[in-house]
């Protein structure tokens, strides 16, 4: 009788749910195949760091990945990064001691205080690597091995290799194996004293020794330059085993496309082919660079990455495409072959080597480019959603005891300018054998057997295209129904063809993938995602929204609806037209000469009243409506006072006599020495930089967050980086106002505060040509303006000047080649500049 009660007892607990007694999971139960389960966690805690250019590697229990920079971070989740790197401190470098003095045997041909890197380094995208074959100097086998890039122009550049007993170093330096950018006979790059023909690098022995028969006349053009159109940038290596544990070498960048080695395990050495060739295929074989195995032509295609997948029985090529500014549109591709060294060809099976001087953008599966799961008025979180522009340049990394397989790659993000950071996304095959990229970060999820209920329902969806440029791929609004259908603003259908199977047709394209539950990072909900790839090699993402009702929408967004501090406006309105799950929000105004029913406002003349409207906003989705009202006030101008005018009359004083006189500095901010001159300006004289001083301005001119500033230019040459007017808290907090800035080169204002914005005016000023340059800070909202035009407005911009001690200056900062050409009439204001002020600012009869 006790048996028998206690398997009865023991039945009845098992028929209880575990929330009866009080317990509840902390991870989702993605086990369970029943529709509608809550399978909600806790919201993971990142901790970001930024390594640009990451190459990753798993040692015991510990990921790292290396970056450009000397930059590395280490993680034991993929989740928490921490960085035990000091960048190009030297000596006592973290990873190699006393770089100057260790890596000297490449930084001869580049890389350290020439051309590009005068003044500093330029030591990139580096790969490490465990190679239990590679023969020490102490006879004993095994070492860590990192191939790195050193730079000095866009093509000449040489790649090295240090090898180490531990992963964190410090490496010792062990020979520079690949050069580019060598000429036939002796020239050199401005602002460097290297030779650059072809005998200052390591070709002339490799002749000696037989490995080469001899140099080739292809690698120059008539001019005895180096033929980059054919030729690799000799940057970006990633090292690779085959299937046979034969060790090879991938690399180079956009000019002459991208090539492989095979690399001696012993020594770390490439096998040089010694004479050229040409693969089965038709592919070039040249006798010192090896393969070519993807680009060409001076078409955008860089960092490249292979891996070998032995459950596939292929490898696997990832190569970035554009820029990787933030206006750059970087984007990665993916291509595959049977053979370590190709040929490489994408989904619709085009050979990763272009055929001709052609565009590059059809070719490759698109993986991952600019887009944005926007968040629109009424859905789940907060902000503009989830995106990133420019991700790439990335690593994989493929467990083989799991089978779980991770994308890793920098990326920088909508609204925060360079600032970068690492992103890691886990990638699951589809069941054509091409590995598909989630659409969130990784937190933890894995790939699970998934219900057909809970795939019903309203998702955002990004297609990812095949183009790349500056703009940005977002959300648009779809229905997966249940007879199967798709309806929104796409059309087609939809299947589980598995446990976690996903076949999607849009449009009359058919993508392949999964089915995964992932972490929004808005909603802050873990919701059902899909990810998928079609035969075009265009890539689509959908992340599934809530299931609302159309009244829980209106609602929604009737109570999300917000135009901020109506009470004082001073800049048109943003009114969205569009809300959560594609609902109409239509305006009306009582006034349009105050604000129109799009937004735009008309601020009244300084010195009069406020003027004052109502915007009466019409929600709909469906047969359910509201309305929403929002009372405007529109603050009339008020002039900026004068608070610094420096005139330039043959002398650095200041006009107004609140403020002292300027000082000459040299070509930093905080050297001394420099000289000045003065010529014929926009009113009386002008100040006249030679491109080597610079003019340090009293501390204190700006103060608040409510500024303005005034200066006209005439750069006599336009140099990256350099600064007109420069104010900073600090080297990490400040305000640069460039000629020509790192957005595509625009005359912008550019801002560095943890975050870095950026206010690109769309257009370059001209040299030796005088141009009226202002830029406006009222509290966040920044105006720049040329030649009264105004050419940016946007919001958010950082509070520099109100906290703590300010300094300033005229053509130099901490980092930058200086100013070269003309400056006269700088003002700076207290508040904001009216209209009438600009352009009598502007005007050069004035």
């Given amino acids: 009788m006790h048996k028998k009660f206690s398997v009865l007892f023991l039945m009845v607990l098992l028929l209880i749910p575990v929330s009866a007694f009080g317990l509840q999971s902390d991870q989702p139960n993605q086990q369970s195949n029943k529709p509608h389960l809550d399978k909600q966690a806790d919201a993971p805690d990142f901790q970001e760091v930024s390594v640009h250019d990451p190459s990753i590697i798993k040692d015991g229990g510990e990921y790292y990945v290396f970056g450009s920079h000397i930059e590395a971070a280490k993680s034991k989740d993929l989740i928490n990064w921490e960085t035990f790197t000091n960048g190009y401190t030297t000596p ?9 003095e260790n890596l000297s045997g490449s930084f001869k041909w580049a890389g350290e205080d020439d051309a590009d890197s005068k003044g500093g380094f330029a030591v990139w995208a580096p790969d490490v690597f465990w190679n239990e074959n590679y023969l020490n100097e102490d006879g004993t086998k095994g070492a860590y091995m990192i191939y790195y890039s050193a730079s000095s122009t866009y093509i000449r550049s040489a790649i090295g290799y240090a090898v180490s007993k531990n992963i964190e170093g410090p490496y010792k330096y062990a ?53 980059n159109s054919q030729f690799p940038n000799a940057i970006d ?21 991208i090539f492989v080695l095979e690399i001696n395990e012993s020594t770390g050495k490439p096998i040089y082919p010694g004479k050229d060739g040409t693969t089965s295929d038709g592919r070039m074989i040249d006798r010192y660079f090896g393969a070519k195995i993807a680009g060409g032509f001076g078409k955008s295609g860089e960092g490249p990455y292979v891996i070998y997948d032995k459950s596939t029985d292929y490898y696997y090529l990832y190569v970035t495409y554009g820029w990787l500014g933030a206006d750059g549109g970087y984007n990665m591709r993916q291509f595959r072959a049977k053979n370590p060294n190709g040929p490489y060809l994408d989904a619709s ?4 080597v272009l055929p001709s001087n052609t565009d590059n953008s059809p070719y490759g599966n698109k993986i991952m480019g600019n887009f944005l799961f926007e968040r629109n008025v009424g859905d789940e979180g907060t902000g503009r959603g989830a995106g990133y522009l420019s991700p790439g340049h990335n690593s994989v990394f493929l467990d083989k005891e799991t089978g779980q397989q991770y994308i890793v790659f920098h990326s920088r993000f909508p609204q925060k300018g360079e600032y970068h950071e690492v992103r890691v996304h886990q990638m699951f095959m589809n069941k054509d054998g091409w590995p598909v990229v989630a659409p969130y970060r990784y937190t933890g999820e894995t790939l699970d057997k998934v219900n057909r209920q809970d795939l019903i329902g309203d998702y955002k969806l990004i297609n990812q295209g095949k183009s790349y440029s500056a703009e940005t791929e977002k959300s648009v609004h779809i229905t997966l129904n249940k007879d199967n259908s798709i309806t929104g603003d796409a059309a087609g259908t939809w299947k589980k063809t598995g446990h976690h199977a996903a076949e999607i047709t849009i449009d009359g394209s058919t993508y392949n993938g999964v089915f995964v539950s992932q972490f929004d990072p808005v909603s802050e909900l873990y919701v059902m995602t899909f990810t998928a790839l079609s035969d075009e090699g265009i890539s689509i993402w959908g992340s599934k929204q809530s299931h609302k009702a159309d009244k829980e929408v209106v609602a929604a967004i009737a109570a999300d609806l917000n135009l901020g501090d109506t009470d004082q406006v001073i800049s048109s309105l943003d009114l969205p037209v569009t809300g959560s799950r594609n609902a109409s929000i239509s305006w009306e105004t009582s006034n349009p000469e105050v604000i129109t029913d799009t937004g735009k406002i008309t601020r009244p003349s300084a010195g009069t009243e406020p003027a004052k409207a109502t915007l009466t906003a019409t929600i709909a989705k469906g047969e359910e409506s509201a309305v929403k009202t929002f009372s405007i006030t529109v603050l009339p101008y008020e002039e900026a006072a004068l608070a610094a005018h420096y005139r330039f009359e043959d002398s650095l004083n200041e006009s107004t006599g609140k403020y002292g006189a300027g000082a000459v500095t040299g070509n930093r901010i905080d050297q001394d020495g420099g000289s000045l001159g003065y010529g014929n300006g926009i009113d009386g004289k002008s100040l006249i930089l030679d491109g080597q001083s610079g003019v340090r301005l009293p501390n204190g001119l700006i103060s608040s967050n409510e500024y303005s500033v005034s200066l006209w230019v005439k750069p006599e040459q336009l140099t990256m980086y350099t600064t007109a007017f ?4 600090d080297s990490n907090s400040w305000v640069s106002l460039v000629p020509n800035g790192p957005a595509d080169g625009n005359t912008m204002v550019w801002s560095g505060s943890g975050r870095w914005y950026d206010a690109p005016a769309g257009m370059t000023v001209k040299p030796n040509e005088w141009s009226h340059l202002a830029f406006i800070v009222d509290n966040g909202v920044i105006k720049f303006y040329v030649n009264s035009d105004e050419k940016f407005t946007g919001s958010n911009f950082p509070d520099i000047f109100s906290a703590g001690s300010t300094q300033f200056s005229l053509g130099v900062n901490w980092w930058d080649a ?10 700076i204001y207290e508040g904001a500049l009216t209209p009438g002020q600009l352009a009598e600012l502007a005007d050069k009869n004035k």
Avoid: C, H
């Fill in 175 to 227: 020979d520079t194996i690949v050069y580019s950018g060598f000429t036939k006979e002796k020239a050199y790059d401005p602002n460097s004293t290297v030779n650059k023909k072809w005998t200052n690098t390591n070709i002339n022995q490799l002749i000696k020794d037989g490995n080469l028969v001899s140099t080739s006349e292809n690698w120059f053009n008539s001019d005895g330059s180096y033929a």
């Fill in 349 to 352: 099976g085009q050979d990763a």
């Fill in 726 to 729: 420069f104010g900073a808290r």
């Fill in 92 to 100: 006592n470098n973290t990873l190699y001691g006393d770089l100057s």
């Fill in 237 to 257: 290596a990633n090292l690779f085993y085959d299937e046979d544990g034969k060790l090879w070498m991938t690399y180079g960048s956009w000019s002459g496309g």
């Fill in 818 to 827: 200086p100013f070269k050409g003309e400056m006269d009439e700088l003002r």
